[in-house]
Every structure is written in C-alpha cells, then in structure tokens.
C-alpha cells in the first residue's frame, strides 16, 4: 500500500528524487542555520540555484522544530519549506515531539498558502540520524491528522530516495490504515 486517503485528501509515498518531483511546494530538510548541507538539502539548493541560498541567508536561520518558507528557484515548485527536524540522540531527548513539530509547522505554512500539493522527504533520517522506522509513524501521523481538518492540501507525496527509505514508509502506512487512520489504496 503506497496511497491512504484521508477526508478526501491523498496522502501517498512515492520512491524518486525530491528536486524533480513536480508540487506546489517542496520541504526541505534543512540544518538550523539555513546553510545548506548535504542529502536532501544539498540537492534542493543545487538544483533550485542560488536564488534559494540568498534568501535563506536574509532569513537567518530556524530552530529546530519548525520551519521557514522560500521561493523555489529552479526547481517544479512555487515553494521550498525548509524545516529543521531534530538530531537524534537516542529518543529521550524531545526528539519525537520536534519531529511531529516540525512536519506540522510545514503542513500549516504550506496550507497558508494555498499549496494544493506538497513534496515531503523523510526529514531527520539521513545525518541526523533519527531511525526511519520509528520516524515514519510520526511523519505519517502529522501528515493525516492535518489533512482531517481545515486545509487547502489535496495531495500530500512523501518523495522517499531509496527503496528501504520507502519501505519503512510502507510498513507504518499499512499500520496508520489498520489504526484507522484513512482510506487504504
């Protein structure tokens, strides 16, 4: 199962590449300092140019938990949310509410305005290194508990970069639908 629909709205996972993955808006898994990096933020300032880079740099920064909004560039997108998960530290540290924190914080800014399509990476698991099994159910959670209320989101895509990335996703997908949490497809 790669498709669950919730209130109408799509929530789906897809394997590919975020800076070609066609949405209004795109987030990015950004550092706090909005300095770019490697990964997922490496590759959207890469391919989005430098525009995205100077705009970051007038915006300064973002603590982790939430999320800040630039044009896109040269990338398919009206706009990149960059968002700051949380390093992980073993769990014990907050990590699992920064996390839901940050995915919200893109989701609403996303929804301010007026995106009907949204590009999500598996934020945190990469450098940060916050285990994609128990990062999964939260990103997924936040998505499906967004797209139940007030949102002009129709279709929520979490482009995933490898195949066990996407499996992962799968597995927890297959849990939200069980717990009754949309539509399966």
């Known amino acids: ?10 929530l789906e996972l897809v394997q ?14 950004a550092n706090s300092m909005l300095a770019g990096g490697g990964g997922v ?14 705009e970051c740099r007038r915006i300064g ?7 800040v909004v630039t044009g896109a560039g040269r ?3 009206r706009y990149v949310i960059h968002a700051v998960g949380p390093v992980w530290f073993g769990g014990a540290h907050g990590e699992a509410e920064l996390l839901r924190s940050a995915y919200r ?13 949204l590009a999500l990476p598996s934020i945190s698991t990469g450098a940060y290194g916050y285990p994609v099994d128990q990062a999964a159910p939260i990103a997924l959670g936040a998505v499906a ?3 139940r209320g007030p949102t002009s989101l129709e279709r929520v895509t979490f482009v995933l970069f490898t195949r066990e990335t996407l499996e992962s996703y799968v597995r927890a997908l297959q849990a939200l639908a069980g717990a009754g949490g949309g539509e399966r497809r």
């Open 1 to 10: 199962m790669t498709r669950l629909t919730v209130n109408g709205r799509v």
């Open 16 to 29: 590919g590449d975020i800076t070609r993955f066609r949405a209004d808006a795109i987030a990015n898994a």
């Open 41 to 54: 933020d490496g590759a959207i300032h890469d391919a989005g140019g430098p525009e995205i880079m100077e």
């Open 61 to 67: 920064g973002c603590p982790t938990g939430q999320a």
């Open 75 to 77: 990338l398919p997108a």
């Open 105 to 117: 914080r893109v989701l609403e800014l996303a929804s301010e305005r007026g995106c009907r399509t």
């Open 145 to 147: 508990e967004h797209l």
